[in-house]
């Protein structure tokens, strides 16, 4: 008898605690689409505080000119945007409109959970008309509009500008692989705490470029574009410049993380996107510059403008809201000048003439300006892209740490991407 | 600090010439592991006195020139919202955790080990199998749930588990530490006419108080630093908790501030300290007394 009623008492007491729960829940809870017309669209970036700074002030010019429309923003760095965006696309409940780059188009189209855009373009509430250099056909795969650019970026080796006109070697349009290897032996000379480059034989976009210089390419529509012997020799070549001491070795670069080996001023060159100096310059008081790619032949470097992007949801319940929304962050030329470069050099010329660049942005656009005449199309990224990326890098770094043999190296990179590729 | 010196003159006043080397040595022993695990939070404190530009690169565990702009640029707030707001909510969600685990670990517990019903042994069994169950499988399916329920974006999915008994650690800690408590206490109570409630309420609780404390000081820690959670549920700045406001000032392509992360994790660091501090003596305390009934 007595454990009958402290039963009910027991359930009592947990129904109270219920109601506090609710009550804590009724106090923070909220959003959604209020009663008065008004349309909330979430809106998903990676990021650090000073995008967030900047993106807030086009928002609220955003929301000024549309005072139907509220945009509910959230960002987090990197990793952790797709984590999050993977669990809630999973659950049905992805944001609206969300910050993408031209690695992920393939894999969340074929799962459907891209908006196709063009119906919008046609419906005239999104105009493409504006854009640079063939960018708006940037986020198109297989027909569909699966996103558009909000700042485009090419490759590029960032260099101290001061090492190498001491070995007398000046980057420029047209140089050859023989040029830069011979500056980067030059200035590493007998140095135990400077080297020529930095060891970028694990970043996939620049093996993309030297695959491209021969014609060929890392990705097909399908599959890997090159074979385990090619790889064998880039990442063999990169050991074998490494063990005479031209590059940077993996203990020296790991440990200036998460600063670059540039910043860092460990090395005088490397390979990586235009829009990183930003970083770089803030991080080193070293004059830093920019060149193109070098090339085998004098003239090919392979290069092609990549873009970040704004992605539509599938499953939104406001199409016609969000690309509103999308058109004004990519055609008004006040959220040209807001933003800069923060996401890549503006992809309308809108945009692109009202913001004047000083400082780092300044040398980006002068940068890109010069190697306009050598881009190239994109090629094909397919699903997994991302994957393979990630492994390529890993593995190379397990390479370089000398845990693993290239050839162990190889055949374990070639298993994921194959998996990971699905082919 | 004070109790184990109490203890450790008298013996030594029996002993003291030839115990004295080897208890410097003890000394200078756990001062080398103490300097070896403090090293981490000195370089934290040091690189938060430093310009953003000195604390990755920079060899100097200390500033050379201590300066305070990291913290008082804390102060202006992350991308517009106030750090206190991120304080707050993690408050929230710690304090929330606490008191849910509290109470619904400690029923559960009282049920497991001192009433006797059909399946208990088997339903333990489980409870304890769904320690064995990886975070991430969970991840997707409750996701799913709490979106259906509209209960995304509130800390409902962050505190309801933690209402509902659903750490099986904290369960198992009680139920270990109610089956040591002597059941003539109960037998007594029984026979005065004392239910099941009121024999949790008045007997067992109270005696239960080391296990709560640990409990309490464990959930707190657990959901202050948890990020996964948090990460999933949130969905606008103004919610979220430390441990995300954290993660706002770098990122791959963007100008990190180093200076404005280590002084927020030192901000971040306090509560938990602090908490840890008011509640420790009573751990030891509960420690001491509960070894004593034997």
């Known amino acids: 008898m007595s454990s009958r009623l402290s039963r009910t008492t027991g359930l009592r007491a947990l129904g109270a605690g219920l109601v506090a729960l609710g009550l804590l829940a009724s106090g923070c809870g909220g959003g959604g689409d209020s009663g008065d017309g008004k349309v909330t669209i979430r809106y998903s970036w990676w990021g650090a505080q000073d995008r967030a700074d900047l993106i807030n002030k086009t928002i609220e010019l955003f929301e000024k000119e549309h005072p139907n429309i509220e945009v ?70 297989d027909g569909k509009l699966l996103g558009v650019p909000v700042g485009a970026n090419t490759f590029t080796v960032v260099y101290d500008v001061e090492a190498f006109k001491k070995v007398g070697v000046t980057p420029e349009p047209g140089w050859t692989w023989e040029d830069f290897d011979k500056a980067v032996e030059k200035i590493s000379g007998s140095k135990k705490d400077f080297w020529g480059a930095s060891d970028n034989g694990g970043v996939m976009y620049l093996y993309d470029l030297y695959l491209r210089q021969q014609g060929k390419a890392f990705f097909t529509e399908k599959g890997l574009g090159f074979t385990e012997a090619d790889l064998r020799k880039w990442w063999g070549d990169h050991r074998e410049k490494s063990k005479e001491g031209l590059l940077v070795p993996a203990k020296q670069s790991e440990q200036v993380k998460p600063k670059s080996s540039v910043s860092a001023e460990l090395s ?24 193109p790619i070098p090339t085998m032949d004098g003239k090919k470097t392979g290069q092609y403008l990549s873009s970040l992007m704004l992605s539509a949801s599938a499953r939104t319940k406001h199409p016609e809201e969000v690309a509103t929304f999308i058109d004004f962050m990519v055609n008004d030329p006040e959220v040209g000048k807001i933003m800069g470069y923060n996401r890549g050099v503006l992809p309308t010329n809108a945009q692109f003439e009202a913001y004047k660049p000083e400082g780092p942005d300044a040398m980006i656009a002068e940068y890109e300006n010069s190697v306009t005449e050598y881009l190239e199309p994109i090629t094909p990224h397919p699903a997994g892209t991302d994957t393979v990326e990630a492994a390529f890098l890993s593995i190379y770094g397990s390479v370089a740490q000398g845990t693993t043999s290239v050839d162990d190296g190889v055949a374990q990179f070639f298993g994921e991407a194959k998996t990971a590729l699905g082919s | 600090m004070s109790a184990p010196a109490g203890t450790v003159r008298p013996a030594q006043a029996t002993a003291a010439p030839r115990r004295r080397p080897r208890s410097v040595l003890w000394h200078a022993g756990a001062l080398a592991v103490l300097v070896v695990v403090l090293y981490p939070v000195i370089w934290v404190i040091g690189a938060s006195l430093k310009p953003g530009d000195e604390i990755v690169g920079s060899l100097q565990l200390l500033p050379t020139d201590p300066i305070t702009d990291n913290y008082e640029r804390l102060a202006d707030g992350i991308a517009g919202i106030g750090i206190e707001t991120f304080f707050v909510n993690s408050l929230i969600v710690a304090l929330g955790s606490v008191i849910g685990v509290l109470f619904s670990c400690s029923l559960a517990a009282y049920a497991f080990a001192r009433v006797r019903f059909a399946g208990r042994n088997l339903l333990f069994t489980l409870m304890i199998g769904t320690l064995l169950l990886p975070v991430h499988v969970l991840l997707v399916p409750q996701y799913v749930l709490f979106q259906k329920m509209e209960l995304v974006n509130t800390y409902v999915p962050l505190l309801l588990g933690k209402f509902l008994a659903v750490d099986a650690f904290f369960v198992f800690l009680m139920v270990q530490f109610m089956r040591n408590l002597p059941k003539e206490l109960d037998e007594a109570a029984r026979i005065d006419g004392c239910g099941h409630w009121r024999i949790y309420w008045t007997i067992v609780l109270p005696l239960c108080r080391p296990a709560l404390i640990t409990s309490s000081i464990f959930s707190f820690i657990w959901a202050w630093n948890d990020f996964l959670g948090p990460l999933i549920y949130l969905n606008e700045p103004e919610k979220y908790t430390v441990s995300l406001g954290l993660k706002m000032f770098m990122d791959q392509d963007s100008l990190a501030d180093y200076g404005g992360m280590v002084a927020m994790s030192m901000a971040a660091l306090l509560p938990v300290l602090l908490f840890f501090l008011a509640f420790q003596r009573h751990l030891v305390e509960g420690a001491a007394t509960s070894g004593l009934k034997g």
């Open chain 1, 268 to 291: 005088a060159a490397e390979f990586t996107w235009d829009n990183f100096l930003v970083r770089y310059t803030s991080e080193t008081d070293k004059e830093l510059a920019l060149a």
């Open chain 1, 72 to 141: 509910k923003t959230d960002f987090q760095e990197y990793g952790d945007f797709w984590t999050k965006f993977n669990t809630q696309a999973a659950g049905g409940n992805p944001p609206d409109v969300f910050q993408n780059s031209h690695a992920f188009l393939r894999k969340y189209g074929q799962k459907n959970l891209l908006l196709d855009l063009n119906a919008q373009v046609k419906a005239g509430n999104l105009d493409l008309s504006d854009f640079r250099q063939g960018l708006e056909k940037a986020g198109e795969v």
